[in-house]
């Protein structure tokens, strides 16, 4: 893993923001508000009118938005004097090559979920990372939250005694939500429901876990659809510890989530988000809440990180895990549900 480096200087951070989807927008509006620290230098957008509802977001604080240049090498060929970092929110296929070309670039990366599309795609991530010396943190809202934080260290420590069981569910109205979009189109997504927003109960599972699953069994059910909507999935952690994942996107309206974690002396209780964290120990009545501080968002952690404040919350390691995870799941559904051991995948 590379070495990070304290910066000092009190210069705004200049950043290319690739992408100006609706996540960018969303993004962008929190970043607006941190503009002593960060500057939307450049933005790199081939659909105009993404551009055109990105730059209404400029306009309406009364600001300038950002130049546009819609192809990404030669955005980073021209700014490479003056971009430092990179914040890329694509569909799901461009993040390795963008992702790659920032780094190669001298540019520290936040890179949105899920990570790549493959464990292949993860360690050739890694391994540009390690060459170029980079910064790479991957925008997952449970890894980088000090709910997710806070469960790993206590996990780890044994504070809750040996890892027996982990069982988690997502659920949103992904099906309709998503329709004729890009999300449900495969070669662009690389999966449906479970792989989109249940990333986020992949990532978060394999980061508490903080081990390799080295049997997987899955089931995925595409409801008429290009791509999984409804999935479960059933697993063997290399401690011996079992997984229950379920993942359900054709529900009402909702988008919401549970994890818990069962050890040999407590309990705890978060969300794939990082929502909230409970914990229970022998001989106590319920679950009670764990203060743990106030979470930042995605950017303002890449700063923290990069400036040498904190350690990497969301390193591209967890998302090797969860991407070695995913292609266990994908082989393991076209089989009808088969179980999958790792060096199957590998």
């Known amino acids: 893993m590379s070495t990070r480096t304290v910066r000092t200087t009190k210069m705004p951070v200049k950043m290319a923001l ?83 070309a920032c780094l190669e670039a001298g540019v520290d990366v936040l890179l949105e979920k899920p990570m790549v599309m493959s464990a292949a795609e993860a360690r050739s991530l890694i391994a540009t990372r390690d060459r170029t010396g980079r ?4 925008a997952f809202n449970g890894s980088l939250s000090p709910e997710i934080r806070t469960a790993v260290k206590m996990l780890r420590r044994g ?5 027996i069981n982990i069982h ?30 249940g990333a986020h109960l992949l990532n978060t599972t394999a980061d508490l876990a903080g081990e390799e699953f080295v049997e997987v069994a899955a089931w995925l059910d595409d409801s008429g659809r ?8 059933m697993a063997r952690l290399a401690s011996g510890a079992f997984v229950a994942l379920s993942g359900c996107g054709d529900t009402i309206e909702s988008c919401a989530s549970d994890v818990r974690v069962f050890c040999s002396e407590g309990m705890l209780r978060t969300g794939v988000w990082g929502e909230r964290l409970e914990v229970q120990r022998r001989g106590e009545a319920e679950l009670a809440p764990v203060d743990v ?25 967890v998302g090797l895990r969860m991407a070695q995870l995913w292609d266990m799941i994908k082989l393991s559904a076209a089989t009808g549900g088969r179980p999958v051991m790792m060096k199957d995948v590998i």
């Open 159 to 163: 504070d809750l005694g040996r890892l």
């Open 226 to 233: 290009d791509v999984d909507i409804n999935g479960v999935v």
């Open 18 to 100: 690739i992408g100006c989807g609706g996540m960018a927008r969303y993004h962008a509006a929190q970043i607006l508000r941190h503009q002593g620290a960060t500057e939307i230098r450049v933005v790199c957008e081939p659909s105009l009118l993404a551009y055109a509802q990105f730059s209404a977001l400029f306009e309406d604080v009364g600001l300038k938005p950002p130049p546009n240049e819609p192809d990404l090498q030669r955005l980073l060929q021209e700014y490479s004097q003056e971009v430092q970092a990179a914040f890329i929110i694509t569909p799901h296929v461009y993040h390795h090559d963008q992702a790659t």
């Open 293 to 317: 501080g106030v979470s930042r968002v995605a950017w303002e952690q890449f700063l923290a990180v990069r400036s040498g404040q904190i350690p990497n919350p969301s390193p591209p390691e």
């Open 135 to 138: 910064l790479l943190v991957v």
């Open 168 to 197: 988690a569910v997502v659920w949103q109205n992904w099906n309709g939500l998503t329709a004729n979009t890009w999300r449900q189109a495969p070669a662009m997504s690389g999966g449906g429901f479970l792989f989109d927003t």
